[in-house]
C-alpha cells in the first residue's frame, strides 16, 4: 500500500524546500520581502535555482515503456522523483509477455541499434538468431528488470480501473484493483477480469499510460461463437496447454495479418488438417532490414564467434545495429503514395510471392491487392507462402460468417464440418482510447473522448489532461521501424517536460486548447497523401477501410525523433504553483544554481 499523502502539490513542495533550509545562509534582504507574502515563494528564495521539487509518478504497464521510464527514475535523469509501475499481469513483458502463439517473433532485426528488441543502454550480442523469437525478447526483458534493478519499481497483478485528476490539489487519484494472480488479465471497458476485492487509491503528480497498443486484443465480430464445441484460441491469448489441440488435429486458422502468417508455418507439421480463412488479399513480404538477414530474407542464427566477438567489441557491434536502423530508416519513401520507391517495392513484392508460390499461380492472383505496398501493414512472414501450397492446406476465402457446432460458416455459404480447434488470428483493438476512465480537466473523459475522435500532441499529451504522457497515442510512427526507438526518445521528451515542471516552480502543463485539434488537421492532410490512405482494410485505420488514420505519425520517423528533441513550450498552459502573477519568478530563487552547489555536478564552462 501507499505511503503516499494526500496533499496539495505547492503544501508538498513547501514541506520539501522548508526541510532544505537548516544550515544554510540567510538569505538576501531582495528576497526577504516573500516572507510575508507567500510561503512557497519565500521557501524557494532559500535553496538553489533549479532545486527539483519532489514528485511522484504512476506509470501503468511494465513493458518496453514502463521499463524505460522506471530506468529513468534509477539512473537519477529524473532527479527527486518516485515512480510506482503498475501490471496487471504476474510478470513484466507487456506485448512479448502476452503473445506466445506458435511462431511468435518480431520482424524488426534483434541486434538493430535501439531496435524493437533492446535497449540502446543495454545492448545484448548474444541474440540467438537475427529476427528473434519471442521467448528470447521475454528473456531480454525479464533479464534488463533484474540487471537495472528496475523490478523494485513494480507492482505485477495491480490493475488500474480509474483515475482522476483533483483540481484542489493538482494532482491524480488513481483506483487500483489487486488482480487474483493469474498469469494473463484483460483489461477492457466493461470487461471484469481477474479484480479481487481489494481496492485503494493512489496519488500521483504525474500519470504515464504505458499500455501500449498490441496488448487489446478483440475476439472476431462473427456470431455464435459460443456454439463451436471444439477449442476456440486466440493468438493473444495463447494457452499454455495448447499443443494438445493442434497436434494431429483439423485447425481452422482465421486470418492473414502478421501473427497469422507466423502460425501457419508453424503449426503445419503438427496439425493433420488446416483450413485457412483469408478476407481480404494482403502483400506479403521479406522481412524488414531484409539486406543483412540471410538468403531470400530468411532469418538465421549467430554463431558463437560471431557472438563472442561483438561482447568483445562494443563498437564493433554498435556499427553494424546502425547499419541496420538505417536500412529501416531508408524504407519511409515507399509509404508516400505514387513514390518511385513504391514501384519498386510493388514489382519486387510481385516477384516474391510468385517464386515462393511455386506451381500455385492461382493463389498468387487471388493473394495480389489492388492496394499500394504499405497500405496495410506488410506482413513478413517466412514460410507461409509456402506452408499455403501445402497438401495439409485448404484456402478459404470470404467473410467468416459464423461459427458452427463443428466449424465455420462464410458468407459466401462455405461450411467445414469437421474443426477440432479454432485460431483466431484477428488482431487488436487499435482505438487508442484508454482501457478505463481518465477524467481530465472541463468534464473531459479521455476514454470517450479518444473513443469519438482520437487526437494528441505529437502522441504524447493530449487536451484537457494535464500530467498525462502517453507512448504510442493517437499519431505515433506505428508504421515506421522500431517501437523501442521511439519508447527511448518520448522518454527523454517526458523527462524534459517533468524537469522543467519540478525546477521552475510549476504545478502542471497541459497543450494549449487549440492545439491537439490543430495537429490533428495538420497529421490527417499530410497522411491523405501516402499509402496509409488508400482503399484497404488495416490496423491504421482499426480494421476498417475508411476509418481516419489517428495511429501514425505524419512524417518519418526520423523527423518525430526531431521534433521530440525539443519541446515546443510555447505549445503548453504551465501553471505555477505561487498564486500571483507578481511572484512568477519566485523560482530563480537565492541566485546560486543547484548544480554549482553540489560539486559533483558543478557545470562546465570551459
Given at each position: 500500500?501507499?505511503?503516499?499523502?494526500?496533499?496539495?502539490?505547492?503544501?508538498?513542495?513547501?514541506?520539501?524546500?522548508?526541510?532544505?533550509?537548516?544550515?544554510?545562509?540567510?538569505?538576501?534582504?531582495?528576497?526577504?520581502?516573500?516572507?510575508?507574502?507567500?510561503?512557497?515563494?519565500?521557501?524557494?528564495?532559500?535553496?538553489?535555482?533549479?532545486?527539483?521539487?519532489?514528485?511522484?509518478?504512476?506509470?501503468?504497464?511494465?513493458?518496453?515503456?514502463?521499463?524505460?521510464?522506471?530506468?529513468?527514475?534509477?539512473?537519477?535523469?529524473?532527479?527527486?522523483?518516485?515512480?510506482?509501475?503498475?501490471?496487471?499481469?504476474?510478470?513484466?513483458?507487456?506485448?512479448?509477455?502476452?503473445?506466445?502463439?506458435?511462431?511468435?517473433?518480431?520482424?524488426?532485426?534483434?541486434?538493430?541499434y535501439q531496435a524493437i528488441?533492446?535497449?540502446?543502454?543495454?545492448?545484448?550480442?548474444?541474440?540467438?538468431?537475427?529476427?528473434?523469437?519471442?521467448?528470447?525478447?521475454?528473456?531480454?526483458?525479464?533479464?534488463?528488470?533484474?540487471?537495472?534493478?528496475?523490478?523494485?519499481?513494480?507492482?505485477?497483478?495491480?490493475?488500474?480501473?480509474?483515475?482522476?485528476?483533483?483540481?484542489?490539489?493538482?494532482?491524480?487519484?488513481?483506483?487500483?484493483?489487486?488482480?487474483?494472480?493469474?498469469?494473463?488479465?484483460?483489461?477492457?471497458?466493461?470487461?471484469?477480469?481477474?479484480?479481487?476485492?481489494?481496492?485503494?487509491?493512489?496519488?500521483?503528480?504525474?500519470?504515464?499510460?504505458?499500455?501500449?497498443?498490441?496488448?487489446?486484443?478483440?475476439?472476431?465480430?462473427?456470431?455464435?461463437?459460443?456454439?463451436?464445441?471444439?477449442?476456440?484460441?486466440?493468438?493473444?491469448?495463447?494457452?499454455?496447454?495448447?499443443?494438445?489441440?493442434?497436434?494431429?488435429?483439423?485447425?481452422?486458422?482465421?486470418?492473414?495479418?502478421?501473427?497469422?502468417?507466423?502460425?501457419?508455418?508453424?503449426?503445419?507439421?503438427?496439425?493433420?488438417?488446416?483450413?485457412?480463412?483469408?478476407?481480404?488479399?494482403?502483400?506479403?513480404?521479406?522481412?524488414?532490414?531484409?539486406?543483412?538477414?540471410?538468403?531470400?530474407?530468411?532469418?538465421?542464427?549467430?554463431?558463437?564467434?560471431?557472438?563472442?566477438?561483438?561482447?568483445?567489441?562494443?563498437?564493433?557491434?554498435?556499427?553494424?545495429?546502425?547499419?541496420?536502423?538505417?536500412?529501416?530508416?531508408?524504407?519511409?519513401?515507399?509509404?508516400?503514395?505514387?513514390?518511385?520507391?513504391?514501384?519498386?517495392?510493388?514489382?519486387?513484392?510481385?516477384?516474391?510471392?510468385?517464386?515462393?508460390?511455386?506451381?500455385?499461380?492461382?493463389?498468387?492472383?487471388?493473394l495480389l491487392p489492388d492496394?499500394?505496398?504499405?497500405?496495410?501493414?506488410?506482413?513478413?512472414?517466412?514460410?507461409?507462402?509456402?506452408?499455403?501450397?501445402?497438401?495439409?492446406?485448404?484456402?478459404?476465402?470470404?467473410?467468416?460468417?459464423?461459427?458452427?457446432?463443428?466449424?465455420?460458416?462464410?458468407?459466401?455459404?462455405?461450411?467445414?464440418?469437421?474443426?477440432?480447434?479454432?485460431?483466431?488470428?484477428?488482431?487488436?483493438?487499435?482505438?487508442?482510447?484508454?482501457?478505463?476512465?481518465?477524467?481530465?480537466?472541463?468534464?473531459?473523459?479521455?476514454?470517450?473522448?479518444?473513443?469519438?475522435?482520437?487526437?494528441?500532441?505529437?502522441?504524447?499529451?493530449?487536451?484537457?489532461?494535464?500530467?498525462?504522457?502517453?507512448?504510442?497515442?493517437?499519431?505515433?510512427?506505428?508504421?515506421?521501424?522500431?517501437?523501442?526507438?521511439?519508447?527511448?526518445?518520448?522518454?527523454?521528451?517526458?523527462?524534459?517536460?517533468?524537469?522543467?515542471?519540478?525546477?521552475?516552480?510549476?504545478?502542471?502543463?497541459?497543450?494549449?486548447?487549440?492545439?491537439?485539434?490543430?495537429?490533428?488537421?495538420?497529421?490527417?492532410?499530410?497522411?491523405?497523401?501516402?499509402?496509409?490512405?488508400?482503399?484497404?482494410?488495416?490496423?491504421?485505420?482499426?480494421?476498417?477501410?475508411?476509418?481516419?488514420?489517428?495511429?501514425?505519425?505524419?512524417?518519418?520517423?526520423?523527423?518525430?525523433?526531431?521534433?521530440?528533441?525539443?519541446?515546443?513550450?510555447?505549445?503548453?498552459?504551465?501553471?505555477?504553483?505561487?498564486?500571483?502573477?507578481?511572484?512568477?519568478?519566485?523560482?530563480?530563487a537565492n541566485g546560486f544554481?543547484?548544480?554549482?552547489?553540489?560539486?559533483?555536478?558543478?557545470?562546465?564552462?570551459?
Open positions: 500500500m501507499s505511503t503516499y499523502q494526500p496533499m496539495s502539490a505547492r503544501d508538498r513542495a513547501i514541506k520539501h524546500l522548508q526541510s532544505l533550509t537548516p544550515g544554510l545562509a540567510k538569505p538576501g534582504e531582495a528576497t526577504e520581502v516573500y516572507k510575508d507574502v507567500d510561503d512557497l515563494a519565500y521557501a524557494l528564495s532559500r535553496v538553489p535555482t533549479f532545486t527539483p521539487r519532489p514528485v511522484s509518478i504512476i506509470a501503468i504497464g511494465a513493458g518496453f515503456a514502463g521499463l524505460s521510464m522506471a530506468r529513468a527514475v534509477s539512473t537519477g535523469n529524473l532527479h527527486n522523483a518516485s515512480i510506482t509501475v503498475y501490471e496487471k499481469n504476474s510478470d513484466v513483458g507487456g506485448t512479448w509477455y502476452e503473445n506466445r502463439y506458435p511462431g511468435c517473433a518480431c520482424d524488426i532485426p534483434a541486434p538493430n528488441y533492446q535497449f540502446s543502454w543495454a545492448p545484448n550480442p548474444f541474440w540467438k538468431s537475427y529476427y528473434a523469437k519471442q521467448e528470447d525478447i521475454l528473456s531480454y526483458m525479464r533479464s534488463v528488470a533484474e540487471q537495472h534493478d528496475l523490478r523494485r519499481y513494480v507492482k505485477t497483478s495491480h490493475k488500474i480501473t480509474n483515475a482522476s485528476w483533483i483540481p484542489e490539489r493538482e494532482v491524480w487519484q488513481v483506483t487500483v484493483t489487486k488482480t487474483d494472480g493469474r498469469d494473463l488479465i484483460i483489461s477492457s471497458p466493461g470487461v471484469t477480469d481477474g479484480e479481487t476485492s481489494t481496492t485503494f487509491v493512489e496519488e500521483c503528480d504525474i500519470l504515464i499510460n504505458c499500455t501500449g497498443f498490441f496488448n487489446h486484443w478483440k475476439w472476431p465480430n462473427v456470431k455464435d461463437r459460443e456454439q463451436f464445441e471444439g477449442r476456440m484460441l486466440h493468438s493473444a491469448a495463447w494457452p499454455q496447454d495448447a499443443d494438445k489441440d493442434i497436434k494431429g488435429k483439423t485447425v481452422a486458422l482465421i486470418g492473414n495479418g502478421s501473427s497469422g502468417v507466423q502460425i501457419l508455418p508453424a503449426i503445419l507439421n503438427d496439425a493433420e488438417r488446416i483450413y485457412v480463412h483469408i478476407r481480404s488479399p494482403t502483400w506479403v513480404t521479406t522481412n524488414f532490414a531484409s539486406k543483412f538477414a540471410g538468403p531470400g530474407g530468411s532469418n538465421y542464427d549467430y554463431s558463437e564467434e560471431q557472438k563472442a566477438a561483438w561482447a568483445k567489441d562494443p563498437d564493433a557491434y554498435l556499427q553494424y545495429r546502425r547499419q541496420i536502423e538505417q536500412e529501416l530508416n531508408s524504407r519511409f519513401g515507399l509509404y508516400v503514395d505514387h513514390s518511385p520507391e513504391q514501384k519498386v517495392a510493388r514489382e519486387y513484392g510481385i516477384r516474391e510471392m510468385a517464386n515462393k508460390l511455386g506451381e500455385r499461380q492461382d493463389l498468387l492472383q487471388a492496394f499500394a505496398v504499405g497500405c496495410r501493414r506488410p506482413t513478413p512472414g517466412n514460410g507461409y507462402l509456402e506452408a499455403l501450397t501445402s497438401p495439409k492446406v485448404q484456402v478459404i476465402w470470404g467473410t467468416v460468417e459464423a461459427f458452427t457446432k463443428k466449424g465455420i460458416r462464410t458468407s459466401s455459404g462455405h461450411e467445414t464440418t469437421d474443426v477440432d480447434t479454432i485460431i483466431c488470428a484477428t488482431g487488436f483493438d487499435l482505438s487508442c482510447a484508454p482501457r478505463f476512465p481518465i477524467n481530465g480537466l472541463n468534464g473531459t473523459n479521455l476514454q470517450h473522448l479518444w473513443t469519438e475522435n482520437p487526437r494528441s500532441y505529437l502522441s504524447v499529451t493530449a487536451e484537457d489532461m494535464p500530467n498525462y504522457f502517453s507512448f504510442l497515442g493517437p499519431f505515433s510512427p506505428l508504421g515506421h521501424g522500431s517501437l523501442v526507438t521511439s519508447i527511448e526518445m518520448v522518454t527523454k521528451y517526458i523527462t524534459d517536460f517533468v524537469n522543467k515542471l519540478q525546477t521552475q516552480n510549476y504545478s502542471y502543463c497541459v497543450p494549449k486548447d487549440h492545439i491537439p485539434a490543430a495537429y490533428q488537421k495538420h497529421a490527417l492532410a499530410w497522411l491523405n497523401k501516402t499509402v496509409w490512405a488508400s482503399n484497404c482494410s488495416s490496423t491504421f485505420k482499426n480494421g476498417t477501410a475508411g476509418g481516419q488514420l489517428n495511429s501514425l505519425h505524419p512524417g518519418s520517423r526520423i523527423n518525430y525523433f526531431e521534433l521530440l528533441r525539443t519541446p515546443r513550450w510555447e505549445d503548453f498552459e504551465w501553471k505555477s504553483l505561487c498564486e500571483s502573477e507578481d511572484l512568477t519568478f519566485a523560482w530563480l544554481t543547484y548544480r554549482e552547489k553540489n560539486p559533483a555536478d558543478y557545470p562546465d564552462t570551459t
